[in-house]
């Protein structure tokens, strides 16, 4: 693994876990970044905020994708997993690292965030979660979030979890032809998926302004969302579609 990928991984990973971001405490979120046939992973236990190279594991997808697929498979093949990775590495994967896995068999994303914002887990833990996706709010939530965000039931974390991403995801990419950016899970946190660290941290920052506004709005009369042709109209604008490959870090022409 090269010391760039880890020095990427570490940036991020201070930055998600900075206190002032307002995103992960502890020991709490991670990060991945797609390398090669597999993924350098955040450890189980590491402080986002304090991250250093050795805090990061890789793991290969195929070994994450033979236990989900596996529907027999439990606790017991999912630690005897973690285990052969700690024997390897020196560290065991989060228990995330199953649905990072998901998400790049299933997408074109390199780098993954989880996290758990304190505006969007209020929502998240909420009788009201069903507002994050339920429709656009202004403009750039849209560049930023896409116009499709995912919601996914209260699953518990690993395994299970991984499988009941998976399901959800393909059925989401086969109705919307795209994947989403942002994976929010109830009663949880949320994953932000993208092309470069930078974009998902912008997708982490958006969606806690979008959920400090919903609540903002629920607050003085109510939420109004954005006609639904004119969040069409942003999301396949040229403009904006050059806009948001700025935001990616991608090339443009």
Do not use: W
Request: net charge negative.
């Amino acid at each position: 693994m090269t010391d760039a990928a880890r020095d990427a991984l570490v940036d991020l990973s201070r930055r998600l876990g900075d206190p002032a971001f307002d995103a992960a405490l502890l020991g709490e979120g991670n990060t991945s970044m797609r390398v090669a046939d597999g993924m350098l992973v955040k450890a189980s236990g590491a402080a986002l905020g304090a991250a250093g190279h050795d805090d990061f594991v890789p793991m290969a997808f195929r070994e994450a994708l033979a236990v989900i697929q596996d529907e027999r498979a439990g606790d017991a093949e999912v630690d005897t997993l973690f285990s052969a990775v700690a024997a390897r590495a020196g560290r065991r994967p989060s228990v995330e690292a199953l649905l990072h896995a998901v998400v790049y068999d299933a997408t074109d994303a390199r780098v993954v965030a989880h996290s758990h914002p304190t505006a969007v887990n209020a929502l998240l833990c909420s009788d009201a979660a069903e507002l994050l996706v339920e429709g656009a709010l202004f403009p750039d939530q849209i560049v930023v979030l896409g116009a499709a965000p995912m919601l996914v039931p209260y699953v518990d974390p690993g395994v299970r979890l991984a499988r009941e991403v998976r399901t959800r995801l393909a059925r989401h990419i086969d109705e919307h032809g795209d994947a989403p950016k942002v994976i929010y899970l109830r009663n949880h946190g949320m994953f932000a998926l993208g092309a470069s660290a930078e974009q998902v941290l912008g997708i982490t920052a958006m969606a806690q302004k979008c959920a400090r506004v919903l609540i903002g709005a629920a607050a003085v009369g109510g939420v109004r969302f954005m006609p639904a042709d004119e969040v069409v109209r942003i999301d396949t604008r040229p403009d904006e579609k050059y806009r948001r490959a700025l935001l990616a870090g991608e090339e443009t022409r």
